[in-house]
């Protein structure tokens, strides 16, 4: 082999030296770089990620704590008392009778991360009044909705009858929050009730009604009931977390407030019962409240809209559990 070949040979010798080097640098250096710059993307993608849902965990903890200080309280029962309150004390400062709503509890009902409750309320007034209710409703600051509003024609001129649910939320969990004053956003005497003013002067609910046929020598108006078929329960609600039964007396027109422990329809009412049952003398139909009365040493029932005529004994089975310290 002469002097060139053996240059030539080590100058490929050389150049395979260099490529070997090089690729044990990029196998020992290089690459494990590489893989080291990808997982700290990854790393740093991950932390992007946790901080933008750390940012919005408490964004959203802001918001759930601003309803948990609207709602009536973290506690089932206080919730449904409260409610029921605020609904009586609307109703009044409406110009409304008392006696002339009925407020069934609705609920509880479980929800994802809430229970839903609340109360069904029927009744009927002047339509400036029962404007001014829903009115007065819609502004409080209490977490709430109202739905299945249903108005129709009253008795006489700008009267109304009115139904609807009012709904509320106790959260669950409720988190820890500092309470704080509620105010309502706005009052009767704010313009925006006066906006409303048309639909009570041009009484919008009551529809054309035709003159009914002169029949001669018949009464205009039958005669009211009288006795126990006069008195009808118009109403089994809460005032100050008790319950009170309302009778409406059909022959004056007046409502008596009855509590737990007085006297009525020959007994002494002992319970003011909410469970669903079927309705007495129509099986298809649903019951969902009644007054329980101890006479002698059993148990009747009337159910809310019927009169104490219709009482009727509440067999052994059909008894509800509290019954037994009574």
């Known amino acids: 082999m002469n002097a060139p070949e053996k240059k030539l040979l080590l100058l490929i010798g050389g150049v395979l030296v260099l490529g070997l080097v090089a690729y044990g640098m990029k196998v020992v250096l290089v690459n494990p770089l590489r893989k080291i ?14 901080q933008g849902e750390r940012r919005a965990y408490f964004s959203a903890e802001q918001v759930v704590k601003g309803f948990a200080q609207r709602t009536f309280s973290d506690q089932i029962g206080q919730a449904s008392a409260k409610s029921g309150e605020m609904l009586t004390k609307q109703i009044l400062l409406s110009g409304l009778r008392e006696g002339d709503f009925s407020r069934l509890p609705y609920g509880p009902v479980k929800q994802r991360y809430a229970v839903e409750l609340g109360w069904n309320v029927q009744g009927q007034g002047k339509l400036v009044d029962v404007i001014d209710l829903l009115f007065l409703l819609q502004q409080s600051p209490y977490l709430h909705r109202i739905e299945n509003l249903n108005l129709s024609q009253g008795d006489a001129g700008g009267q109304v009858r009115v139904g609807f649910r009012f709904l509320t939320l106790v959260l669950d969990p409720a988190p820890v929050i500092e309470a704080v004053p509620l105010k309502a956003g706005l ?67 007046k409502t008596q407030r009855y509590k737990l422990g007085d006297e009525l329809a020959g007994g002494t009412i002992v319970m003011v019962d909410y469970r669903a049952l079927p309705m007495p003398g129509n099986e298809g139909l649903k019951s969902f409240s009644r007054v329980i009365l101890r006479i002698g040493n059993e148990y009747w ?3 809310r809209g019927r009169t104490l005529a219709d009482k ?11 019954l037994t310290k009574f």
């Open 187 to 253: 009052a009767l005497e704010s313009p925006e009730r006066k906006l409303l003013d048309g639909i009570v002067g041009r009484d919008l609910l009551r529809p054309y009604i035709k003159r009914a046929p002169d029949k001669s020598g018949t009464p205009e108006h039958p005669s009211a009931p009288s006795g126990p078929s006069a008195l009808r329960i118009v109403s089994l609600s809460e005032w100050m977390g008790q319950p009170e039964v309302h009778v409406r007396d059909l022959s004056t027109q």
């Open 312 to 322: 009727w004994r509440l067999p052994p089975e059909q008894r509800p559990n509290q």
């Open 301 to 303: 029932a009337v159910e």
């Open 37 to 50: 710059d990808k997982q700290t993307a990854g790393f740093r993608d991950k932390i992007e990620k946790i």
